[in-house]
C-alpha cells in the first residue's frame, strides 16, 4: 500500500489484519469501507533501494531550493527568456526569403 495515497483508517486497518481477515466496516470520507488482506510481503532492501534513494535526493533538493528561495530575492528578466523577433536577428537584411 502505498501510504500518500490511501486514508489512514483503511491503513490502520490493513496493519492490524492477519493474511485472510476480512476488516470490520471502516468508515471513510468516501463512505464505509471493507478490506481483506491477502498477504504481507517485506521487500528486500536491494529490491526498495533505488526508490528510496530516488525519494530521498528529491526531498533533499526541494529542502535546498527552499532554503535558497528564502535565502535569496529571485527576480526574472522576461527579455533575456523572450526570442528575438525575425527582423532583428543578425544577419537578416529584412527582405524575404525568395530575395525579391
Known sequence: MNMSLDPSPILQAAYALSPGEVSDIIATPFGMELIQL?????????????????????????????????????????SYFTPPSPATTPGSTGSSATGR
Do not use: H, N
Not at 61 to 70: F, G, H
Open 38 to 78: 491477502i498477504e504481507k510481503r517485506v521487500k528486500p532492501l536491494s529490491e526498495v533501494r533505488p526508490e528510496i534513494e530516488a525519494m530521498l535526493r528529491q526531498e533533499k533538493l526541494e529542502d535546498k531550493l527552499q532554503e535558497l528561495q528564502q535565502q535569496y530575492t529571485i527576480t526574472l528578466d522576461d
